[in-house]
């Protein structure tokens, strides 16, 4: 395999991996954290068959990045997830692995070295591929019934200010009318649809249901970290709203409009 990224430091090929379908090209980059005890035993399992999980790159906690399967292919590591109404998200993906124990094991602060050379890598894939800085996503933002990954921990902004992906000061936290699990009316079913409107696979039908609450919490994780509760308080509703505003094209234009693959 040759290298896709000028700073690969090893290569360590994964067996799991296919063509990508329907002549999809990568245009998300899609974050994750692998959740194990160490690098060296996510790498053993991203390259066991029998997991028919994979990435496209692995990052050490000392920043050393591990290619396991070229950019061209498919890796297996969303699973089942959509974004704006797309599905299949590995075969319009590149997917990052980034060592750490997870919510499960303490999870501790990404160190320095290690958001240095994802803030690299990440740099060069959405430079390479023309990835939309709003197509930048968490593993938590495309299934956030399934997954919690990179968690409210890992620091959007360093990557924002490097030029790498969307994301919007949060709006400070205060009192005021919220929503939460349960609520209904169309105050909820507005809330819903901006959440839609961004990428999140909501229903729009005014009920604050389970997945409205993992919708909320996703989205707190990534762009409001400084609480992660699931409730739609003032401050995560303007958030929303500042994000939606500073796209720098609506999310309704014709150009994307939802397409799905088998």
Not at 113 to 131: K, P
Not at 171 to 191: C, H, K, Q, S
Not at 215 to 230: K, L, N
Request: negative net charge.
């Amino acid at each position: 395999m040759i290298p896709d990224h000028a700073g690969v430091d090893e290569i360590c090929p994964s067996p799991n991996h296919t063509e990508r379908r329907d002549g999809l090209r990568p245009d998300m980059l899609i974050l994750h954290y692998t959740g194990m005890g160490t690098g060296e035993a996510a790498m053993r399992w991203l390259c066991t068959p029998e997991s028919e999980v994979s990435c496209h790159y692995l990052v050490h906690e000392d920043g050393r990045i591990v290619q396991m399967v070229p950019e061209e292919r498919r890796a297996w590591h969303a699973g089942a997830g959509s974004w704006r109404g797309r599905d299949d998200i590995n075969s319009r993906s590149i997917g990052i692995e980034i060592v750490n124990v997870g919510h499960g094991n303490g999870y501790p602060d990404f160190p320095t070295a290690q958001i240095d050379a994802v803030t690299r890598l990440c740099a060069d894939c959405v430079a390479r591929w023309a990835i939309r800085p709003e197509f930048v996503l968490a593993h938590s933002d495309v299934a956030p019934a399934r997954k919690s990954d990179p968690g409210e921990k890992f620091p959007w902004l360093q990557l924002f200010s490097a030029g790498i992906g969307h994301t919007v000061d949060p709006a400070p936290l205060r009192g005021g009318r919220y929503f939460g699990l349960g609520d209904r009316g169309e105050p909820v079913a507005a809330y819903q649809s901006l959440l839609a409107a961004y990428g999140y696979g909501v229903p729009c039908d005014g009920t604050f249901d389970d997945a409205t609450r993992q919708a909320t919490v996703a989205f707190q994780r990534h762009f409001r970290q400084e609480r992660v509760d699931g409730i739609a308080d003032a401050s995560t509703i303007e958030t929303l709203h500042r994000l939606l505003t500073s796209l720098p094209r609506s999310p309704f234009d014709p150009d994307e409009s939802a397409t799905t693959s088998a």
